[in-house]
């Protein structure tokens, strides 16, 4: 099946600096890809829908500055959390899926705290 | 603006029973829904998809039901095992929904050996 591999699967670093997060598909191409967030027993909400070869859309409320989004190839988007802040810390999720009719496959998820 | 429930919020059972999960969402155009599994600090796991023209899927020990009219999915876990401790997620894709999936708070499910 579909595999979205994500790493790292934690970080910590210091306020003020910049943290990427990459996600990968494996063995399929991703035109599109999601970026969530997760706050503890919270569920995931949606950040933004990253698009292959042009800007992500974000959602409602997500800083575009502040949480930049890469999609550079088919099978790779990053997410870059700059000037990150003690509140920035959560678990970050990404996902992606093979085509149309197929369901959704989430990576394992970052955990990033910000000290 | 399509909103997804899930009840019970936590579900604690002996092992080796049934059991059965509730979710429900308030728009009824949707292209599938999806049942996940998240282990803590971890990511989440596909279980089951049901396209909306579909009635039920099943994989192993897991059923899942569809009934778009009524906004209603339901999750039947088989025999239980300390094992299938978990949060279980529910998520429809909208359709003009723009391929997002909106999501249920989820379920937590706790078997006791």
């Known amino acids: 099946g579909a595999v979205v591999s994500q790493h790292p699967s934690r970080v910590i670093c210091k306020s003020g600096t910049s943290v990427k997060i990459e996600c990968r598909s494996l063995d399929f191409q991703a035109t599109t890809m999601f970026w969530y967030r997760q706050f503890p027993k919270q569920s995931l909400m949606l950040m933004a829908t990253s698009n292959e070869g042009s800007k992500a859309t974000y959602e409602q409320g997500v800083e575009k500055d502040k949480f930049l989004i890469n999609h550079a190839s088919l099978t790779l988007s990053t997410l870059t959390v700059t000037s990150a802040h003690p509140e920035d810390s959560s678990f970050y999720i990404c996902?992606?899926?093979?085509?149309?009719?197929?369901?959704?496959?989430f990576g394992s998820g970052t955990r990033l705290t910000v000290v | 603006k399509q909103e997804v429930t899930q009840i019970p919020a936590a579900l604690s059972v002996p092992e080796g029973e049934n059991l059965v999960l509730n979710c429900s969402f308030t728009?009824?155009?949707?292209?599938?829904l999806q049942w996940f599994r998240q282990d803590p600090g971890k990511g989440l796991t596909s279980l089951l998809l049901?396209?909306?023209?579909?009635r039920e899927q099943t994989s192993g020990r897991l059923n899942a039901s569809l009934d778009k009219s009524s906004g209603r999915s339901t999750l039947y876990i088989a025999a239980s095992q300390p094992g299938d401790s978990a949060t279980y997620l529910c998520a429809v894709e909208t359709q003009g929904g723009s391929e997002k999936l909106v999501f249920g708070k989820g379920t937590k499910l706790t078997v006791n050996p």
């Open positions: 049901i396209q909306s023209s579909q």
């Open positions: 996902s992606a899926r093979e085509g149309l009719f197929t369901g959704y496959t």
């Open positions: 728009d009824s155009a949707i292209y599938n």
